[in-house]
C-alpha cells in the first residue's frame, strides 16, 4: 500500500508560477510510475505529466508541455510539478498518482491522493 499526500496548491495569477508536491510513505516506489493528473469542474480528470521513477523518464500532456516540468527527490520520495506560465485554464484540483507503467488513462493509475487546487485569476 502506497499513501500519497500533495501540497503546494493555492491562488495565483496568470504567468506566474507554482510548485506542487506529492510525497509518497508506506510501500517502496522503485518499480513504479508517479504521474500528476487535474481535473476541473465538469470535466474529466486530465493527464498532465508522469515520471518512471527509476531512471527518471518523463511524459507530459500536449496542454502543458514546455510550461511544466516533473522532477522527483528519491531520497525525500517526493515527486514535483513545477508549473510556469500558469494560465485560467490550468485552474483544477491536481491529483498525484501512483502506479506500473506511464499511462495517460487515470483508470490504470492504483494509488491517489486526495489533491491540491490550483486557481489562476486572469
Known amino acids: 500500500q502506497v499513501q500519497l499526500v500533495e501540497s503546494g496548491g493555492g491562488l495565483v495569477q496568470a504567468g506566474d508560477s507554482l510548485r506542487l508536491s506529492c510525497t509518497a510513505s508506506?510501500?517502496?516506489?522503485?518499480?513504479?510510475?508517479m504521474a500528476w493528473f487535474r481535473q476541473a469542474p465538469g470535466k474529466e480528470r486530465e493527464f498532465v505529466a508522469a515520471i518512471i521513477w527509476s531512471g527518471g523518464s518523463t511524459y507530459y500532456g500536449d496542454s502543458v508541455k514546455g510550461r511544466f516540468a516533473i522532477s522527483r527527490d528519491n531520497a525525500k520520495s517526493t515527486v514535483y510539478l513545477q508549473m510556469n506560465s500558469l494560465k485560467p485554464e490550468d485552474t483544477a484540483v491536481y491529483f498525484c498518482?501512483?502506479?506500473?507503467?506511464?499511462?495517460?488513462?487515470?483508470?490504470?493509475?492504483?494509488?491517489w491522493g486526495q489533491g491540491t487546487q490550483v486557481t489562476v485569476s486572469s
Open positions: 508506506g510501500r517502496t516506489l522503485s518499480n513504479s510510475v
Open positions: 498518482a501512483g502506479g506500473t507503467s506511464p499511462a495517460m488513462a487515470a483508470r490504470l493509475y492504483v494509488y
